[in-house]
């Protein structure tokens, strides 16, 4: 299996700063994409940021220039920066990845526990 851990949520006030990590474990042969998703109460599950294995990195339109995500690709590990914070990032951050666990078994998604993050106004 693929254990994804999360850590770095907490309560900061409005403008404050957080830094999310997640390290990727277990039976894992490659790794294409690890991201980060999030739900606040009452919605769905949104993407904030993914980083591909290349580097390459998507955000959803509310978070860019705020949030920054980040890779270590000999770790299997994502980071997240999330700078000038607002109310409305308050929700519960799942750390995600697209990874194989062998070179004959097609890629699966597999989540994190989640953390949760509280911006307090």
């Known amino acids: 299996q693929v254990r994804l851990v999360e850590s770095g949520g907490g309560l900061v006030q409005t403008g404050g700063s957080l830094r999310l990590s997640c390290a990727a474990s277990?039976?894992?042969?490659?790794?294409?994409?690890m991201g980060w998703y999030r739900q606040a109460p009452g919605k769905q599950r949104e993407l904030v940021a993914t980083?591909?294995?290349?580097?390459?990195?998507n955000y959803v339109d509310s978070v860019k220039g705020r949030f920054t995500i980040s890779g270590d690709n000999a770790k299997n590990t994502v980071y997240l920066q999330m700078n000038s914070l607002k109310a409305e990032d308050t929700a519960v951050y799942y750390c995600?990845?697209?990874?194989?666990?062998?070179?004959?078994?097609?890629?699966?998604?597999?989540w994190g526990q989640g953390a949760q993050v509280t911006v307090s106004s």
């Open positions: 995600y990845c697209n990874a194989k666990r062998s070179s004959l078994i097609a890629a699966n998604d597999y």
């Open positions: 277990g039976s894992i042969f490659s790794i294409n994409v």
């Open positions: 980083i591909s294995r290349s580097g390459s990195t």
